[in-house]
DNA sequence: CTTGATCCTGACCGTTTGGTCAATAATTCA
DNA sequence: TGAATTATTGACCAAACGGTCAGGATCAAG
């Protein structure tokens, strides 16, 4: 599904998109969109301006190929919940999941926390469209596992907030989290094991 | 403490300084500091850009008086937990109290998002210094509760970070929250309850 | 080697932006 | 009232930024 769509992609094209679209998820989760240049883009790709608009069309462009090709992976540890799995494993895995990816990309939790905060204007459609169905769906396996008594009761979408807010506020709010943790602790293995057991009380029915 | 300390402040300096913050309030915290303009500033505080630099000497400046002006507004509701009082009382209500900020002042929610997000270049020593010191004593406070068995244990620090998280969840991803809820719901109000159940499940002895 | 397509860049352009300043208006107060 | 202080603004500037373009370099294929 990645790269199929354009057979007639030459190596250089796919590696240089590959270098702008890395170098853009640097900046862009470190700046915003407005706190991004195109040249720090290129700086960070090692490529110059003009040859990063070769390969799109404007910074807007790069922004917006930049959510849509990483919105399938942010998205994808929600849609690997198995409604034919023990419940409690299920949601524990993907809080853990989701853990681990504010652990290993961060980049990618920040770039759409910017996108969130500024009012999403790249991801309305998404928004009330695609993300809705998929939520829905996980609701429903929630909603379903409350009702036959293995999962104990509670809202479904407000848990799933929950779960996206706590997970995500390690990678985006990671500064601060260190700040008051001091030097010498590990904020990802800690808050872990605090959400696993967290979640954990509040789930046994 | 907040204007005692000049006294020569005329009446239209304080009016427009006023004016200025408010304004700078509603930008900041919509576009983040560089996707904020000093015109923009000053078209939402009704005076106009020149006039703007005649009460702060930069955008920066502004910036900066408006974080630490708001600061202490913003970590209000932790100091107000009182030792003295019922455990779960005292946790569920400053859980309230921060969902009351989310509702009523989403603007100080995002604006302090923005810079944490940012790295909190502007708030580095406030960071590492103040409020470490802060979160300590609640620390202490939880700590000492927990170990009179009034409440169940669990990890103090992380126990605050996912009250932040969530609480300012509702306040910073209002859009996402509404787009996944749909409309006719109040994101506060369920979102106040299932906090209440939620802690109360997991403090409970 | 030749040719056509792809790739790359220095120089450039118009606009936006943070900030300045001299001049004017309004306010304060003796 | 009148002088001094404070408040306000239009015009302006230099830097930064998004984006363009003509022309040259590189590459793939016959």
């Known amino acids: 599904m ?12 796919q590696k240089n998109r590959d270098l702008i679209m890395d170098g853009a998820l640097n900046v862009f989760s470190a700046n915003g969109f407005r706190g991004t240049t195109i040249d720090q883009i ?3 790709a090692g490529l110059s301006k003009p040859n990063v608009l070769y390969y799109f069309s404007s910074k807007d462009d ?8 990483l919105l399938d992976m942010w ?72 009702d036959d008594g293995r ?8 848990l799933i907030f929950s779960i996206w807010s706590m997970t995500q506020h390690y990678a985006d709010f990671e500064i601060q989290v260190r700040a008051v943790l001091g ?5 990802f293995d800690e808050g872990q094991a605090f959400l696993d057991q967290m979640y954990r009380k509040l789930l046994t029915p």
């Open 2 to 13: 990645t790269d199929a769509k354009m057979p007639r992609m030459t190596r250089i094209q």
């Open 42 to 44: 290129a700086r960070s």
């Open 62 to 69: 790069i922004h917006k190929t930049l959510l849509t090709e």
């Open 75 to 146: 998205l994808a540890p929600m849609q690997q919940i198995d409604p034919a799995g023990d419940p409690m494993s299920e949601v524990l895995g993907y809080v853990a999941a989701k853990m681990r990816m504010s652990r290993d990309y961060p980049r990618e939790s920040r770039l759409f926390a910017y996108e969130i905060l500024q009012g999403a204007p790249h991801l309305t459609q998404i928004l009330g469209g695609g993300l809705r169905e998929i939520v829905d769906r996980t609701v429903m396996v929630l909603q379903g596992w409350m």
């Open 151 to 158: 999962l104990a009761r509670t809202d479904p979408r407000h």
């Open 183 to 187: 030097r010498g602790r590990d904020p």
